[in-house]
């Protein structure tokens, strides 16, 4: 296999495209179709944005970070963002697929859906093997997503997230069932040992060095370990768990920026607008008002 690469060529990032139903989640019924030309095949990328495809007909080959699947029905694939991809080869394939961003999860204002392991993934999975039982469930819930996320209801947002909380509770269940803590994979449960460091710490720790502290390592060793697993620097995993939360305050709460901020552990509020904007292009109020014009 000879990959469609060039020396020092840095690896794209594709972001969500969407089909104009909703900027943060995407859903597709696939029946019988080539989803992707040749030209896609052999060329790794990256996806900023969660990737689930469930398969009942069809074959292929695709690779995640080094590691080859073979696409097989009955089973269900699934990424999180920043992991490289590529395709070897896919014939015409029947399933879903949805694509779902970080702001998506921001839309749960429980932050319940962030701590689920489909989503934390510590065991760097990509394959979750269904039952017949299982095939049923998760097909009936696909089914109900998709003809939600196609109808124009009223609470169709509401709806769609609901139907998201039990898809991915349950395929939690299956992760935790289906994973265990593999022989070697050191780096990769590193890698989830700092993102639940985050996760507990992100409003009072926004260095590097004081989650290495935390994990008995040095910070270099801490960067090189989680750029190489996820291909992003240890600091933007801490900066866009902030942005994650600075979000979902904006959206779900009347605080205004400066008290956001400083429940984030800013300790100068017009730090944390300008933190914002680098980060997302939009000051907080631009934000605020943005988003809920699109989802009200």
């Given amino acids: 296999m000879q990959l469609l690469t060039a020396p020092n060529l840095r690896i794209p990032t594709y972001p969500l495209e969407t ?49 080859p699947y073979t696409l097989k029905p009955g089973t269900l694939y699934f990424t999180v963002p920043h992991q490289v991809h590529l395709k070897e080869e896919l014939q015409p394939v029947s399933g879903f697929n949805i694509n779902f961003t970080e702001e998506f999860l921001a839309l749960d204002g429980s932050g319940t859906l962030r701590q689920l392991p489909i989503i934390q993934n510590p065991y760097n999975g990509h394959e979750l093997h269904l039952t017949p039982a299982d095939m ?30 039990v898809l991915l509770v349950y395929l939690s269940r299956l992760y935790t069932t289906q994973y265990r803590a593999p022989e070697g994979a050191d780096d990769a449960v590193l890698l989830g040992k700092f993102r639940a460091r985050i996760e507990a710490s992100f409003a009072r720790h926004h260095d590097v060095a004081a989650y290495a502290a935390m994990l008995h390592l040095s910070a270099g060793h801490l960067s090189d370990v989680v750029k190489e697993q996820s291909g992003k620097s240890a600091i933007t995993h801490i900066h866009e768990r902030l942005v994650v939360e600075a979000k979902r305050l904006l959206f779900h709460t009347e605080y205004t920026s400066k008290e956001i901020a400083f429940q984030l552990g800013f300790e100068d509020a017009s730090y944390f607008n300008r933190f914002f904007k680098r980060l997302t292009q939009q000051t907080p109020l631009q934000y605020r008002s943005g988003v809920r014009e699109m989802y009200q």
């Fill in 19 to 67: 089909d104009g139903q909703l900027a943060s989640l995407q859903v597709r019924s696939m029946t019988r179709v080539a989803v992707h030309g040749k030209n896609d095949l052999l060329v790794p990328h990256r996806k900023d944005y969660y990737f689930l495809a469930l398969l009942w007909e069809g074959s292929g080959r695709h690779w995640i970070d080094t590691v």
């Fill in 136 to 165: 049923a469930f998760v097909q009936d819930i696909l089914g109900k997503l998709y003809a939600e996320y196609q109808a124009a209801h009223t609470w169709q947002h509401a709806m769609l997230l609901a139907y998201m909380n």
